[in-house]
């Protein structure tokens, strides 16, 4: 079935510092989403992407929907410590009324 | 605005009993999607229901089942309860088309003892 790599697993970054994060899959999707989720709570949505090549921001954060549809990557820029938190990929393909979950990225910011 | 609300919060069980999860949806929202979330994973879809029916499944045994209501709100009942079922459990609402996006609840967190 289809999978998403996501990468990298973990990351530690000083407050200040960009970051960045992917996420590859072997078949392609119609809609790219990144999540972010803190501990006990559902993942919350961040930027949703529809459309290959699109790049679309919010606020410090930009994602980017690859023009191969196998493919996405989230910066944040300026970061943070309520930046704390696991940040998921997730893909949708036409149709298929469900969203395909990476393993998400755990980023540690320190002040 | 309501969002997306779970009940219980947490819930302990031994295993081979049953368990039912309860999910109510973003106001607005006809499609319930449920799934499940292992530690350190990230979720996994079990199934999705729309206009009272299973609209989709993913690879999840039968001992999954679920049901939606006519106000939209849905249930996901768990049979046998196995170790290997202690997860939290996500509730996902959206507008109705497989593509529109879902927005999630908290979870309930089941623990199989």
């Known amino acids: 079935g289809q999978q998403l790599n996501q990468s990298p697993q973990s990351m530690f970054i000083q407050e200040g510092e960009d970051v960045s994060m992917n996420c590859t899959s072997s078949?392609?999707?119609?809609?790219w989403l990144w999540y972010k989720q803190d501990p006990g709570e559902g993942p919350v949505l961040l930027i949703a992407?529809?459309?290959?090549?699109e790049l679309t921001s919010n606020g410090r954060l930009t994602a980017q929907f690859g023009i191969t549809r196998k493919d996405s990557f989230l910066n944040i820029s300026a970061s943070i410590p309520s930046d704390v938190g696991i940040y998921f990929c997730?893909?949708?393909?036409?149709?298929?009324?469900?969203?395909?979950f990476g393993d998400g990225t755990t980023l540690t910011v320190k002040p | 605005d309501a969002g997306v609300t779970q009940s219980p919060t947490h819930l302990i069980k031994t295993r081979g009993q049953q368990v039912t999860l309860r999910c109510s949806p973003k106001?607005?929202?006809?499609?319930v999607s449920w799934y499940q979330q292992a530690l350190g994973q990230g979720p996994q879809f079990i199934f999705q229901?729309?206009?009272?029916?299973?609209?989709q499944r993913g690879n999840f045994p039968d001992r999954f089942s679920g049901h939606q209501f006519p106000n939209y709100s849905s249930e996901l009942n768990v049979n046998a309860l196995l170790l290997g079922d202690s997860a939290l459990y996500l509730c996902?609402?959206?507008?109705?088309?497989?593509?529109?996006?879902?927005?999630f609840g908290p979870g309930t967190r089941l623990t199989v003892l």
């Open positions: 996902a609402s959206s507008a109705g088309q497989p593509t529109d996006t879902q927005y």
């Open positions: 078949s392609i999707f119609n809609t």
């Open positions: 992407l529809y459309k290959a090549g």
């Open positions: 997730a893909g949708i393909y036409t149709n298929a009324g469900k969203s395909t």
């Open positions: 106001s607005g929202h006809d499609t």
């Open positions: 229901y729309y206009e009272e029916e299973e609209r």
